[in-house]
């Protein structure tokens, strides 16, 4: 449990320097149009993701681990991270943005993160499962 807080903490504060880096930018959600350098931000969570359940792994599994444990502990950054991240996402839509933000294209971009997530975790239980498991 203490690596998947560590590094949902880690995906989590990344993800709010990112709102407020673009914000520095002049980037803002009261549209719904999406910059191009918007797409960057998918790499938060892949990197996150990659670089914790390997530590999980390494560390806390000896170096074996499984599809579904990785797979388990993918969620468990993810929903730590998730929380992190739309909570700081609430205050600035409702406190930072001078005129309010559109709520709308916000959940939008949410759900889409949710989305890049979940694949996420797909992706990077694949790559760091080692230990097969045998059905007979």
Same mark, same amino acid.
């Given at each position: 449990? *203490? ?42 969570? @892949? ?6 359940? *390997? ?20 969620? *468990? ?8 991240? @739309? ?47 045998? @059905?007979?």
């Amino acid at each position: 449990m *203490k690596n998947a807080l560590i590094w949902g903490f880690v995906i989590g504060v990344l993800s709010a320097a990112w709102l407020f880096i673009t914000h520095a930018m002049g980037y803002d959600t009261r549209d719904d149009q999406t910059a191009p350098y918007e797409y960057l931000s998918i790499l938060i969570p @892949v990197i996150g993701l990659f670089f914790g359940i *390997k530590s999980y792994r390494d560390n806390d599994l000896a170096g074996k681990m499984g599809f579904l444990e990785a797979l388990v502990q993918s969620f *468990k950054i993810l929903l730590f991270g998730g929380i992190l991240a @739309v909570f700081v996402g609430i205050v600035y839509v409702n406190y930072i943005q001078p005129t309010g933000g559109n709520v709308m294209a916000f959940s939008g971009r949410m759900f889409g993160a949710l989305l890049i997530g979940l694949l996420s975790a797909l992706g990077v239980s694949l790559v760091w499962a080692n230990k097969s498991n045998k @059905v007979d």
